[in-house]
């Protein structure tokens, strides 16, 4: 009752569009979420007031600081608590996609449909992907169609590749057509992503090392340079 009367009072304060835009957002951290739109759009109201009331009442420029400090804190906190953490769960689930779907594919080939590949991968497979599909095996158990439960399992789930793979999966549902040849090219597609991937981050090596150079050992080895003439003027 409680819960009912807090999601009324949230739904006249924030307009439905917005309570839905963020759940789909939160559902795209998976199904292990602890906290739904209407706890978030609160946390963030109620703490951006505050932060609003402290800078208010601390600072001597307060007035100034209060609505730049609130706005920048109102903004930045989905980043943190939602945007980061789906962009992080995204990365993920695309390296665990190669394995999985290796598995999957194989069992295509071996003779299964696609339901039995799925149970099979999952089976042999334990991440946060293979659980996400077995996610959506437990809901067909419960009455959902096999499409249904996909495209339930696509809301879930952050990356556009892995998506397309489903999307892939239920057409040839829908079809009866075989997509083991469908399957490779997308994980050699996803393999080449990560390679790529790995390269950017190599590239970047030496810029970061340039920039610590400068930051630490350049005014140290100015500081040894510099020492006989620093402890000559002292004395």
């Known amino acids: 009752m409680m819960n009912q009367n807090k999601k009324q009072i949230s739904s006249s304060i924030f307009p439905k569009e917005v309570v839905e835009k963020y759940q789909r957002k939160i559902n795209l951290l998976g199904g292990e979420t602890k906290f739904d739109a209407i706890f978030f759009l609160n946390v963030r109201l109620v703490t951006s007031i505050i932060l609003f009331l402290v800078v208010l009442y601390v600072f001597e420029f307060g007035y100034f600081l209060a609505p730049l400090i609130s706005f920048l804190y109102f903004n930045l906190f989905y980043y943190f608590t939602i945007g980061k953490k789906i962009k992080k769960r995204c990365d993920r689930l695309d390296v665990e996609a190669m394995y999985f779907f290796e598995i999957m594919t194989l069992a ?42 996909l495209d339930s399992l696509k809301r879930r789930i952050p990356s556009d590749t892995i998506n397309n793979i ?16 469908d399957m490779y090219r997308q994980i050699d597609y996803i393999r080449d992503k990560e390679i ?27 500081l040894l340079i510099l020492s006989p003439m620093i402890i000559e003027f002292l004395s």
């Open 108 to 149: 295509l080939e071996s003779g299964n449909n696609l339901k039995q590949a799925i149970h099979i991968s999952c089976d042999n497979i334990d991440n946060e992907l293979s659980r996400e599909f077995k996610k959506a095996l437990d809901e067909m158990e419960f009455g959902k169609s096999f499409n249904e439960a």
């Open 166 to 181: 489903i999307l892939n999966i239920t057409q040839a549902n829908i079809l009866g057509s075989n997509i083991t040849s």
């Open 196 to 222: 790529q991937k790995a390269k950017g981050i190599i590239s970047k090596i030496p810029l970061r090392v340039s920039v610590i150079s400068v930051i630490f050992y350049i005014p140290l080895i100015m």
